[in-house]
């Protein structure tokens, strides 16, 4: 079985479930999701432990609309209720099943039907057209008592200037949780498209005469120079980002602030040093922190 969000498939998909209501503490989401192919294989999670195991046994029942409360009766404590829905894909829409889709669901009959998708063009994708008032751009929830939209993942662009140790380990654990990757680096031994996840985008330069990511990109410096860092960071600080941070020691940071005050630049923005404190010096550790502190401010927002 796999895990986390579905970016594509290689078997057509037969079910879905598909949460469509949270109510108190639950380790699940509106929207989330799994898939069941013809090979017998799930893709996707609606937060696991026994409410995603108990789901997976139910879907061979006819009854398509479950309600959950996790108590002690279902063998979980979180204290919350959950509503999920087992859909029967139609083979004309299979192509819509992943997560680059906004899908859009009638209800009839206390059942979920897919009626059809918009991709990330905007382009409708379904035998009937929608209704009025909901579109590509409409948000996961209910919409009266007979839609439910299931909006597409956005992908954060993730940067990373340095395609060393720390970059690497970033990228293997970033990538599965909706960051799109950019690999900057001129050194040919490590601007290795094999070192990284699929649909990578690398980029074999220095980075300096790159055009800056878009404003609601995160880039992160850490090449394996600090001269070319802080030239980066120079170039960088002048455009608007979501998160612009640098990799290194305090001493590092302070001394790169000073030097950004010094030349005429605002720090205000800039975030050194990137990662939470505390959690180890190997490659695998810094990527965890600073992907650590990334999940925790996309989350607070």
């Known amino acids: 079985m796999t895990r986390g969000n579905v970016q594509?498939?290689?078997?057509?998909?037969?079910?879905?479930?598909?949460?469509?209501?949270?109510?108190g503490s639950a380790p699940v989401q509106i929207g989330d999701h799994m898939?069941?192919?013809?090979?017998?294989?799930?893709?996707?999670?609606?937060g696991g432990g026994a409410l995603e195991w108990s789901l997976m046994q139910r879907t061979a029942h006819t009854r398509q609309t479950y309600e959950q409360v996790l108590g002690p009766g279902s063998d979980q404590c979180c204290g919350g209720r959950v509503r999920a829905d087992i859909v029967s894909l139609p083979g004309t829409l299979s192509h819509c099943m992943t997560d680059h889709y906004t899908r859009?669901?009638?209800?009839?009959?206390?059942?979920?039907?897919?009626?059809?998708?918009?991709?990330?063009h905007g382009d409708w994708h379904g035998n009937q057209p929608p209704p009025p008032g909901l579109h590509s751009d409409s948000r996961d929830g209910e919409y009266g008592d007979s839609y439910f939209v299931r909006a597409r993942r956005l992908r954060t662009p993730l940067w990373l200037y340095g395609a060393g140790h720390v970059a690497r380990a970033l990228a293997s654990i970033a990538a599965p949780l909706d960051y799109a990757l950019h690999i900057v680096d001129a050194r040919p031994p490590w601007a290795d498209t094999a070192a990284f996840p699929p649909h990578t985008r690398l980029y074999r330069e220095d980075g300096l005469a790159l055009a800056p990511p878009p404003p609601d990109a995160v880039?992160?410096?850490?090449?394996?120079?600090?001269?070319?860092?802080?030239?980066?960071?120079?170039?960088?600080?002048?455009?608007?980002?979501?998160?612009?941070?640098?990799?290194?020691?305090?001493?590092?940071?302070?001394?790169f602030r000073h030097a950004l005050n010094r030349d005429g630049h605002s720090t205000t923005d800039v975030h050194m040093p990137i990662g939470?404190?505390?959690?180890?010096?190997?490659?695998?550790?810094?990527?965890?922190?600073?992907l650590a502190e990334l999940l925790q401010r996309r989350h607070a927002r």
């Open 8 to 23: 594509h498939l290689r078997a057509l998909p037969l079910l879905e479930v598909l949460i469509t209501r949270v109510q």
């Open 35 to 46: 898939l069941y192919d013809e090979t017998g294989q799930w893709h996707g999670t609606v």
């Open 104 to 120: 859009l669901y009638r209800r009839t009959d206390d059942s979920l039907h897919l009626l059809g998708a918009w991709d990330r």
């Open 219 to 255: 880039a992160l410096i850490m090449t394996h120079s600090h001269n070319l860092d802080y030239a980066l960071l120079t170039r960088l600080c002048r455009y608007p980002m979501h998160y612009l941070g640098v990799i290194g020691s305090r001493s590092k940071a302070a001394r």
């Open 276 to 290: 939470l404190p505390g959690m180890g010096k190997r490659p695998a550790e810094v990527a965890v922190s600073i």
